[in-house]
Structures are given as C-alpha cells and as structure tokens.
C-alpha cells in the first residue's frame, strides 16, 4: 500500500519511549507490518542512522547480523578507530577494509569496538528488525551496548522488531534484561479494525473498490493482519477476474 495505515497509536508509543530514553522493540506476528512501522519511523531521519536485519542463517554465524549492520560505517571510519578497536572488529569478517587477526579477543573488547564505531560514525539511531533470525552473539551484544549507555551523555535511539513466537533464547534474554533495567518499551501491533482496514483498502486507489463495503468481510476472514487482508482481497479479485473472463 502507498501509505501506511492503522498505526498512529504505535507511532506515538515509539516516540514516547524513545522520549524517555527507552529503547523499543516491536512486536507481532508474521504481516502485522513491524517492518513497515520500523521503516516509516525511520524514514527521512539523519544520515547517522544504520539499519539492518536478521536473514534465515544467521544463527550458525556468530556476529553475521552485527556485520551487516556495521558494515557501511566500518568502511568509511575504519581509519579513526583505534587499535584495540581495529583488532576487535577485524573478526567480524567480510570487505570491511579492517583484517582479522589471529589471537584470542579480551573479554568485553566486541562491545567496546562497536561503541566506539558508533561514536566515531555518530550514529543516533540504531534499528535491527527480525531479531528473530539475529546470531545469538549479535543479540547479546546490542542488549550490552544499550544497557551500558543508558547514561551516556550521547543519546542514541534504538528500535528492534521481532515475532515473538519465533524468538530464540537470545532475543528473549535480551527483551528480559532490558526490561529489567527500565531500558526496554515493547510496543505490540494490534490487528486493524474496521475503520483502520477502511481506510487501506481505499489508499490502495482500485477503481470499484470502497472500503467501507469491504472491511467487514475482510477483517472477519483476516482477523485484521494486514498482510493476510491484503492476500485476502487479491484472491478475491482474481477469482473474479477469472469469472469475468469466463463469461466472456
């Protein structure tokens, strides 16, 4: 759909949290739109944003989500880091610029590398959707990275989004800690109602298509997802095309 529609109440909860100083974590299951949510949040923001997501693999590749989402400023300030940070990062592999060295990294030496990355590239937002499929080493990275800059005097915004059911032990340590420390909103997206499902039928612009008369059947076949509306609604006009054609 051209525009998003039914998430105004998520939108103000992401920033109310992110007012306070929270980081936030959207939640629901396959099609509510937390991709969707997570890139209309971040679009238009600062070019100090970094964005990534978890991809079906990752989980048997140590740092493989990190990487990804490391990647482009890796490139560009390798050359500010310091040494320690140089060797750190050297092992998250792939055209970093930065090579990987052989001996065994101190304990903490990965947390400290990427927050000092992050300061070096200023980045102030930090977005990883699909934690879901994230290595387990990437997820209890960032749960350090923004527990321990709770006080940090550069505030910096963090958004991550999953489907619960799938959430490996990782994910759901990290969710734990930081909701623990006060650290963490989760932000649940609802299914769309009537009004809201409404108003996306209609932004979709097909001609003899009225929201208004659709809705109701749809959100009761869909329960309301929007994905699942969507299909439900494609179908639908392609069984009627077919019976179009058919009687021609």
Not at 82 to 90: E, N, P, R, V, Y
Not at 140 to 146: F, K, P
Request: hydrophobic fraction near 45%; include cysteine.
């Amino acid at each position: 759909p051209p525009l998003m529609t039914g998430r105004s109440a998520e939108q103000a909860a992401v920033q109310a949290a992110w007012a306070e100083g929270k980081a936030v974590l959207l939640e629901g299951e396959a099609g509510m739109g937390k991709s969707r949510l997570l890139a209309e949040t971040l679009s238009g923001g600062a070019p100090a944003t970094l964005q990534a997501a978890g991809r079906p693999g990752d989980s048997g590749a140590p740092y493989s989500t990190l990487a990804r989402l490391l990647h482009p400023v890796l490139v560009s300030h390798a050359a500010q880091l310091s040494s320690s940070a140089h060797d750190a990062l050297g092992r998250l592999g792939g055209s970093s610029g930065v090579s990987a060295p052989a001996s065994p990294l101190p304990p903490g030496a990965m947390l400290a590398a990427v927050a000092e990355l992050l300061g070096c590239a200023g980045a102030d937002t930090v977005a990883l959707d699909d934690l879901h499929f994230a290595d387990a080493a990437t997820l209890d990275l960032v749960s350090g990275l923004v527990s321990s800059l709770a006080t940090a005097a550069t505030h910096r915004r963090w958004l991550f989004a999953q489907r619960p059911a799938e959430a490996p032990a990782a994910a759901q340590t990290l969710r734990d800690a930081l909701l623990e420390l006060q650290r963490l909103a989760i932000v649940t997206l609802q299914p769309l109602d009537e009004a809201g499902a409404t108003l996306l039928v209609d932004t979709l612009g097909i001609s003899g298509l009225q929201g208004h008369a659709l809705a109701p059947a749809l959100v009761r076949h869909s329960g309301g997802n929007p994905l699942f509306l969507l299909e439900t609604l494609k179908q639908g006009l392609a069984e009627l095309l077919d019976s179009l054609q058919t009687r021609d």
